[in-house]
């Protein structure tokens, strides 16, 4: 996740980014992955509005959306889900049965299910 161009030519070198996106890692500098649920499927990332204060708090494991008690209620009864750009194929298996990043992000009709090992060799 590398600090965006605009924020580069002001002479930003770092900063905290906050993803839901399912991904391995980034180069450097503090990064908060995997929040989940994500955005688009309602989670906390789509209440986050322009100019919300966000507070991380890494020693205790936190992050604070500083807005008022009632303030994610309301933005929440205004959010609609995202229109996917597809609907068919692996895109709409993908939206529709693989589960949160918490949850393993793997497909929900394999979870507790086991198969045959598959060899490293046997590719």
Not at 11 to 31: H, K, L
Not at 62 to 84: F, G, Y
Not at 95 to 110: R, T, Y
Request: glycine share 8%; charged share 20%; with cysteine.
């Amino acid at each position: 996740m590398p600090l965006p161009p605009k924020l580069l030519k002001q002479g930003v070198t770092d900063m905290v980014r906050i993803s839901d996106a399912r991904m391995s890692g980034t180069a450097y500098g503090a990064v908060v992955l995997h929040v989940a649920p994500e955005a688009a499927a309602g989670g906390p990332l789509a209440l986050v509005q322009n100019g919300d204060i966000v507070e991380l708090d890494v020693i205790k494991r936190k992050l604070h959306l500083h807005v008022s008690d009632a303030e994610p209620a309301k933005r929440k009864a205004k959010w609609t889900p995202p229109k996917p750009p597809l609907s068919f194929g692996y895109y709409k298996l993908y939206i529709d049965h693989v589960n949160q990043a918490n949850e393993g992000a793997d497909l929900d009709f394999l979870v507790g299910c086991s198969g045959s090992a598959v060899l490293r060799d046997n590719h």
